[in-house]
């Protein structure tokens, strides 16, 4: 208990710094701000005019699919604003040696690597993402309850810890291939797969596209249980995945440390 207070004490200092950075830099700030929200209304006008075509994919009608890439924009704000800037740096901070001296801070490694810089801008996209939710959930009179709320919100959260787990896993292999700085890029791209049905992944008969199914869990399931199209074998499964691959990449990066051997 006093390690978790500890940690949460430096996180809101972390928290501090951050605003700090945003005091000195407001312009780079304001150019974040703008290209991420922007970002964030291109994807909710391309699936709205996408879906005045297809009427009707893989049992989601239009109007389920726009929630679908609703749910998209917030859960990938909360990640990008949290996490994804941090493993930005990753392939820097090995490639340079940087990463000798957080070995030697009293701090947790992974939580040094994953959790120090926060991207206040991208909120943005959640905070976009949630009006436009409540907006089109009004507009179209879906049928949503209060445990349909708390079971969205707290699954969307479970899709979070399974995108930071997944991510984590790719980007720890670069302590023994830092000059893998691509890396990243290919991880925004396979993050796109997670605005897409389940079922898209499982019914294209391509194997590959089968390993991209914990991605498309993240947001249809939660999704599904707003709409109440439950489907309590993808939410287990989205459970699951979450906690296991949390603890899988944990264990894997206690690995990974075993074969540093720093960059002098």
């Not at 941090?86 to 959790?115: H, W």
């Amino acid at each position: 208990m006093n390690t978790f207070k500890r940690y949460i004490r430096i996180y809101k200092a972390v928290l501090k710094i951050n605003v700090a950075l945003i005091l000195a830099y407001r312009a780079n700030f304001l150019n974040h701000l703008f290209s991420t929200g922007a970002w964030g209304v291109f994807n909710f006008i391309w699936i709205t005019l996408l879906t005045n075509k297809a009427k009707q994919a893989f049992g989601w009608n239009g109007n389920e699919l726009v929630v679908i890439t609703i749910g998209y924009i917030i859960i990938t704000g909360v990640h990008y604003s949290l996490f994804a800037h941090n493993f930005e740096n990753f392939s820097r901070i090995i490639d340079r040696g940087e990463f000798d001296g957080m070995l030697l801070k009293p701090l947790d490694t992974q939580f040094q690597m994953s959790m120090m810089r926060v991207s206040f801008a991208s909120l943005i996209r959640t905070i976009l993402g949630s009006a436009l939710l409540v907006w089109w959930v009004v507009m179209h009179q879906f049928s949503v309850g209060i445990f349909q709320i708390v079971a969205f919100i707290a699954l969307m959260g479970v899709g979070v810890v399974l995108m930071y787990a997944v991510w984590f896993l790719f980007i720890t292999t670069l302590i023994w291939y830092p000059n893998l700085s691509n890396m990243i890029e290919l991880l925004y791209t396979l993050n796109g797969f997670a605005r897409y049905p389940t079922k898209m992944l499982t019914a294209s008969g391509f194997t590959p596209l089968l390993l991209l199914v914990p991605l498309a869990l993240i947001v249809a399931t939660p999704v599904s249980v707003l709409l109440q199209k439950n489907t309590w074998s993808d939410v287990g499964l989205l459970v699951l995945l979450g906690i296991g691959l949390f603890a899988v990449s944990r264990v894997f990066w206690k690995f990974a440390l075993k074969s540093y051997t720093s960059a002098s």
